[in-house]
């Protein structure tokens, strides 16, 4: 049939012969590359339906078309159902299990909420498991993260399992796991640590207004001197100044005049 195609018409007619001798073994392995890479990336379900993507495959990989955003969605699910069945096999033959939680939002101020099972093999290796991880959605009080947390051991049975569990200190999820519920409760070393520094040293906290102003006055001030001769010693100056301010050193020295 070919023969009697047009030059134009034989070359689009030879692409589509490309596109169905593609074994189904190889589009089912291409198709899983893709998805693993959307899954490790974090990339937008149809990344791979998008006209630069599409243009790139084509040269790359001839015949072959990424999979659809519905086939990356139902693969997604089917993953983790498999992910909770073998979860489930994982933590059966175990007899003591530590859990640690957080809450946190992101950029665009969604909260979410995971929950982690730590424990040791049978050849004493050290491993985490993520066994919840969910959007949190409504007020973020004790009794919905302790509600939370209950579904999740519930529904893979390891509450007769549990030996403590570790937090930060904020009040909610404190409330919610003080009570014995999911063993002892553990506050974070490192969440403690972090508190420690950052208030010590006043960092990332919201300037005041007199705060502002006595540095940009310091500010201006030190980078005129820079320009001066000495450079490097006002330079060293300047930074210390600048540092003791950060650390509210001067602020309480006004305040106290």
Known sequence: ??????????????????????????????????????????????????????????????????????????????????????????????????????L????????????????????????????????????????????????EIDRLQIRYKLRSITTDNGSNVKSATQGGDFGVRISCYCHNINLIITEGLCLWKKKSALRKYVSSLIINLLEELILEEKKIFYRTIFYSIFIFLECGWIQQQLMST
């Open 1 to 102: 049939m070919e023969q009697y195609l047009f030059k134009s018409q034989q070359k689009d007619y030879s692409v589509n012969i490309k596109k169905i001798s593609m074994s189904s073994s190889l589009k089912k392995k291409l198709h899983n590359a893709a998805i693993n890479c959307i899954v490790k990336d974090g990339r937008p379900f149809g990344d791979f339906r998008r006209e630069g993507m599409k243009k790139f495959l084509s040269i790359a990989v001839p015949g072959y078309i990424g999979p659809h955003r519905t086939t990356v969605a139902r693969r997604l699910h089917h993953l983790y159902l498999q992910y909770r069945k073998d979860l489930r096999g994982i933590l059966m033959k175990l007899s003591d299990i530590s859990l640690t939680t957080d």
């Open 104 to 151: 946190w939002k992101n950029s665009r101020h969604s909260h979410f909420i995971v929950l982690t099972a730590h424990f040791y093999d049978k050849c004493l290796k050290y491993t985490s498991l993520i066994i919840g991880f969910r959007q949190f959605i409504g007020p973020h009080d004790a009794v919905q993260i302790k509600k939370y947390i209950n579904y």
